[in-house]
């Protein structure tokens, strides 16, 4: 039985980079996927975009997303939780 497997990849250019983790960790009889991508371009933007799903506990899926602004330290950020009973939702920008 595999416990955890992951691959971690990276793009770069000139004026754009990003790094990427994907896989899943396991006890054994529940499992949990993740993806985590992590972008920054030459405007001085990070963007970090997280899932977790847990397909073993009725599909729960958790996505973060928050774009980082270092030019004018502006942060925006929404993060959503969804299981078999319903979503919830929350975002906020602050500087």
């Known amino acids: 039985m595999t416990y955890l497997d992951y ?3 990276a793009t ?7 790094i990427n983790v994907l896989g899943f960790v396991s006890n054994g ?9 992590i972008h920054v371009n030459s ?10 799903s847990v397909p073993t506990r009725g599909n729960f899926r958790m996505d973060l997303e928050e774009t980082w602004n270092t030019n004018t330290s502006v942060v925006t950020s929404s ?10 939702t929350v975002a906020g920008t602050w500087a």
Do not use: M
Not at 43 to 52: K, R
Not at 81 to 86: K, Q
């Open 79 to 88: 993060l959503e939780l969804r299981g078999p009973h319903g979503a919830v």
């Open 12 to 18: 770069a250019s000139q004026t754009a980079a990003t």
């Open 7 to 9: 691959t971690v990849g």
């Open 29 to 37: 009889e529940d499992r949990v996927n993740f993806d985590l991508d």
């Open 43 to 52: 405007d001085n933007i990070l963007t970090f975009d997280y899932a977790l």
